[in-house]
């Protein structure tokens, strides 16, 4: 049964380039969760996904805290929390092609314009995530803000290095079937629409 300790990972201790394989002791297939939150999403795709290793960024340390606790309590051995900003992460301090999935699910909108900069989607950003995700890696995003949604729908046209991939993926849970986010589940209580993305890192192997 892993304990806080083990699943929370100090980044901002040390500089350079980490080594996410290293945290896991194995060579499973990682996927990143920006801004996981409580980790509801987290967990339920660890559970699900035993093969795979999960990473999940949180910069809140309530939420870091409370999705720590969670995945001890359920004992899930492949899920590693990390308290960090996610873009400088994602930026600075991933290794190339370590990613087969991206997840962003309800990235805060910052609506006022004096605030857009502080926004997790930029150009730069999105060549980072480029970078991370090997080919064939999916990225999911998913907002409720009209606004952002085509701003990131704008940085993300156009790139050869992504094709659009099919939200609903079994391989990922269908919308039905996955763990709808703390977020999700509030918006669409709400009637709010979800907007929905993902798409597929080009390149081979
Ligand atoms: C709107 S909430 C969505 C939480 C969750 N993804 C969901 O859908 O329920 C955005 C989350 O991202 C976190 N966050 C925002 N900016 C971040 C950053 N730069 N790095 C890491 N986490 C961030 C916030 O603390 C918050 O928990």
Redesign the pocket.
Known sequence: MPDVQQITIDVDSSTGVVAPSAWFGNEHPIEL??????G??LLRQARAHPERNFVG????SK?FRYAADRMCRWGVENVRLVR????HFVMHRLPPACLSALHV????PWPKKRHHKRR?FCAEFVDAAARVLRPGARWAIQTDHAEYFAVIRGLIDGRLDFEPAPFDDPEYGTIDERTE????VKYVREGRTIYRLALRRRGST
Not at 57 to 60: F, G, K, L, M, S
Not at 105 to 108: C, L, S, V
Request: a negative charge.
């Open positions: 969760e920006i801004g996981c939150g409580k509801g999403f960024i949180e910069w809140a939420y960090t900003d996610a873009k699910y309800h990235p805060d997790l986010t703390n977020f999700e």
